[in-house]
């Protein structure tokens, strides 16, 4: 959009986020990620949510990703325009999606490497009997 209207290359978002944490009425933790674009959305409306909870099969071990988007576009009466604007949106937001679903499970395996080896240091620490109590 920026090479036909002009513009900068950044992109500005609102972003809400929302935790639930478990407790005895709510055993199920949730963090929720609700934005909406502010750049160019008097042309284009983004909505997207983020959801992260336990995976049912298995909550102690993985987390279940959930991602949904609104994308529409506002140019008046122009419907062929306003379809194609709103194709290449999603299929731009999908390219993102899968940019940043990567980019997350990549630092979330970096942060399992880092808490296993701090992990296994104090391990050895309380076999060596070096443990502080």
Not at 64 to 71: K, L, V
Not at 101 to 114: I, K, N, T, Y
Request: glycine share 6%; charged share 30%; aromatic share 10%.
């Amino acid at each position: 959009m920026t090479s036909i209207l002009g513009g900068s290359e950044v992109s500005h978002v609102y972003e809400v986020s929302y935790v639930r944490p478990a407790s005895s009425t709510n055993p199920t933790p949730q963090v929720k990620l609700t934005s909406f674009n502010l750049t160019f959305n008097d042309l284009i409306q983004v909505r997207e949510t983020v959801t992260y909870s336990p995976s049912p099969a298995d909550p102690l071990g993985k987390t279940r990703f959930e991602q949904h988007a609104s994308i529409t576009a506002l140019c008046g009466g122009w419907q062929r325009i306003r379809e194609k604007i709103e194709a290449f949106t999603v299929e731009r937001f999908g390219q993102n999606a899968e940019k940043g679903r990567l980019g997350f499970e990549a630092v979330l395996e970096m942060s399992r490497r880092a808490f296993s080896e701090e992990r296994e240091k104090e391990r050895k620490k309380i076999w060596r009997g070096e443990a502080k109590v």
